[in-house]
């Protein structure tokens, strides 16, 4: 599975973005899909995870109620709805896919990785 993540962009404290990732290649296995983001001088972290269904998502806790992921398997895309965006959410996002029903936390579980897209939020 090839994944080609989309839509980071410079926005300012309390804007919104909307992460695209489009899977190609091998998408009739079932996949968890995720985002993790990395910041500078810091770990890979998880943020989010949405099952292929689209019924059921994770979220890490800091980005609760502000961040939104979606999929629409027809076109083989997930979705990051990201707002009211803060500094501290500044960082390269990366899209995410595992197979089976459960994205872990643990980056080193991940199966394929995305290109990473850079998110900035000014102050």
């Known amino acids: 599975v090839q994944l080609q993540a989309s839509g980071g962009g410079l926005v300012q404290s309390g804007g919104s973005l909307n992460l695209s990732c489009a899977a190609s290649g091998r998408t009739d296995s079932s996949y968890v899909m995720g985002w993790f983001r990395q910041a500078p001088g810091k770990g890979r972290e998880f943020v989010a995870s949405?099952?292929?269904?689209?019924?059921?998502?994770d979220y890490v806790a800091s980005v609760k109620g502000r961040f939104f992921a979606s999929r629409d398997n027809a076109k083989n895309t997930v979705y990051l709805q990201m707002d009211s965006l803060k500094p501290e959410d500044t960082a390269v996002y990366y899209c995410?896919?595992?197979?089976?029903?459960?994205?872990?936390?643990?980056?080193?579980?991940?199966?394929?990785w995305g290109q990473g897209t850079l998110v900035t939020v000014s102050s």
């Open positions: 949405i099952t292929r269904g689209g019924d059921n998502t």
């Open positions: 995410a896919a595992r197979i089976g029903i459960v994205m872990p936390p643990d980056p080193r579980q991940v199966d394929f």
